[in-house]
């Protein structure tokens, strides 16, 4: 069952002497439970696309759809309740709130929805994330690894549509890195979430099921 369909994405940033082609003209879609890496060195696009398929920014044309919905025929208030409620973001910097806790920062999404978290789903989610020991700390009181499977959980709690991860290693060393990569495989087989991920390293890719490769804003290999 195909969950997203990007239909010729163009991002062009600037005119004339400073205009800049961000992505040209990219089309591609992805499956259900599919596990998807984009590769690219930096200034390839990787980033403009995933942050395009994420609603966080407008195309200059093209088309993203999102288990059927066109994404940018939405109005703002719209597009970020919807991209709060159906997607999951991934950021290689965390972007935790640093005075709450870890409970608070993964429910965080629930919260801002209004919506009752039940203490069983939190209980699981945390232990899914190695987190229970944890759940009381500050961002400030973590390690890299575990405020990023901190916000892998932030990521997960609303059981989006999709999860788009931005480089989720490129902030940690090897150890964490490889445990963090392990989680998202988790995630993707056991929760059955359909993830994007970019990344610069190929070896990181390899954990996908299907890899793409981009370079100056085009998909130049599919493997």
Known sequence: MEIL?????????????????????????????????????????????????????????????????????????????????????????????????????ITLPLALDNRVVKSEKINEMLKLLGLENRKNHLPNELSGGQQQKTSIGRALITNPTLILADEPTGNLDSKSSDEIVALLKKSNKELKQTIIMITHNLEIAKVADRIIKIEDGKIVGEN
């Open 5 to 105: 369909r990007v239909e010729n994405l163009t991002k062009i940033y600037g005119k004339d002497t400073t205009k800049v082609v961000a992505l040209d003209n990219v089309s591609f879609t992805v499956e259900k439970g599919e596990f998807v890496a984009i590769v690219g060195a930096s200034g390839s696009g990787k980033s403009t696309l995933l942050h395009l398929i994420g609603g966080v920014d407008r195309p200059t044309s093209g088309k993203v759809f999102i288990d059927g919905n066109d994404i940018f025929s939405f109005d703002d208030d719209k597009l970020a309740i919807f991209r709060r409620r159906q997607v999951g973001l991934i950021y290689q910097f965390y972007n935790l709130i640093p005075i709450l806790n870890v409970e608070e920062n």
